[in-house]
């Protein structure tokens, strides 16, 4: 679970770094979320700064006429350190606007900047850092409390009234429904059957009647019904295009 989004804020405009702030701590907290920012006013120090830190990063394209960088520029030069940050661009004109696709923006925004408009890319932006986030989860059984983060669960096997955890570091079992499980976990991850839930990241091979998984040079099979088999596709189709 996301604990606190962390944003980093390019911009040489005072008055619209204000407005930004304002407009940040009225939508997280309406959403009740924790948030930290940072602004700046030059490409230098922006880049000086740990962009690898931040979970979204809203540039303004056009910068001071003093500055050797626009914004376009200042994301390239994050891409090459940070791939899935989300990027965000605000603008006076929509001229430029378009280079940012060939960055991984996710959007722009006009200035000025209206908050209808900003809570709805904001909306979008959130959407993307919950889906790179690795979620944890804390579970317990007779041998303790596990702290269990997503990425190391290969998949999940329901038996009677435990699941199975097949993680990186073997096998842990825990009292609950597949119903339970299904509802705390994240899109990375699809059914193959009633008594199967896979991470989505490790599937490597769909065959007629099963799906084959690969995580740390070992391989894995579990079965695909005819009842989970389109729905499986699809979902493995939308994490792909995500990644």
């Known amino acids: 679970m996301v604990v606190k989004i962390n944003i980093g804020l390019l911009e040489n405009e005072q008055k619209e770094v204000e407005s930004t702030k304002q407009m940040l701590q009225t939508f997280f907290s309406s959403q009740g979320l924790d ?10 120090d922006f880049l000086a700064s740990n962009v690898q830190k931040y979970d979204l990063i809203i540039l303004d394209i056009l910068l001071d006429n003093d500055d050797p960088m626009n914004g376009i520029d200042v994301a390239k030069e994050i891409r090459k350190v940070n791939k899935h940050v989300v990027i965000i661009f605000v603008t ?15 959007d722009y925004i006009l200035k000025p900047l209206t908050y209808e408009d900003f809570y709805l890319k904001l909306v979008k932006a959130m959407n ?30 329901v038996k009677r009234h435990y699941l199975d955890f097949h993680l990186k570091t073997g096998v842990k079992a825990f009292r609950g429904s597949m119903k339970e499980v299904s509802q705390e976990l994240t899109d990375k991850f699809a059914k193959t059957s009633n008594s199967f839930i896979v991470n989505l990241h490790y599937t490597k091979l769909i065959k007629k009647d099963g799906v084959v998984l690969e995580c740390a040079g070992n391989s894995y099979e579990v079965p695909l019904t005819k009842l989970f088999k389109n729905s499986f596709i699809l979902a493995l189709e939308n994490y792909s295009g995500r990644n």
């Open 92 to 106: 006076k004109t929509a001229q430029f606007a378009l280079d940012g696709y060939k960055v991984d923006a996710i």
């Open 128 to 157: 993307v850092i919950k889906f790179h986030t690795d979620k944890e989860f804390v579970l317990k059984n007779m041998d303790g409390i596990f702290k269990i983060k997503e990425s190391e669960i290969i998949y999940i096997e």
């Open 35 to 44: 948030f930290s920012s940072e602004s700046f006013s030059n490409s230098n």
